[in-house]
């Protein structure tokens, strides 16, 4: 059997730093549930873990470090009774809406239904 191989891309460099960075952002283990929890609302520590099975509380919180680090999200300390803390995307981290909607796109059209059925 032959498979045909798509034309190149001529305006796709073979390897860019700054897509591969991004890739390596995005695509960390997590990552991308977190940011699509993200832009459809959660912004507490609990919502956003409750929102995605099977995380731990190590990983999320190790995850939001690093999406502050990159200027993705930023950490907002309420003084009150218990402390309020809430993560919001930045224009930065709102910026990628677009990139999770394809991939959600391409995961509708080319991933098999993983719900369970009912």
Not at 1 to 19: G, I, N, S, V
Not at 28 to 39: D, F, H, N, V
Not at 49 to 75: C, N, Q, Y
């Amino acid at each position: 059997m032959t498979t045909k191989h798509a034309e190149p891309h001529a305006d796709l460099d073979a390897f860019c730093p700054r897509y591969h960075q991004a890739v390596e952002l995005v695509g960390r283990r997590w990552s991308g549930a977190i940011l699509r929890a993200m832009l459809a609302g959660g912004d507490r520590f609990t919502e956003l873990r409750e929102t995605i099975p099977g995380m731990s509380d190590r990983l999320l919180s190790e995850r939001l470090k690093e999406f502050e680090a990159e200027g993705l999200v930023e950490r907002l300390v309420f003084a009150e009774t218990p402390v309020r803390i809430e993560y919001r995307l930045t224009e930065k981290g709102q910026a990628l809406l677009p990139v999770v909607e394809a991939i959600a796109a391409w995961a509708e059209t080319w991933l098999p239904d993983m719900r369970p059925a009912s």
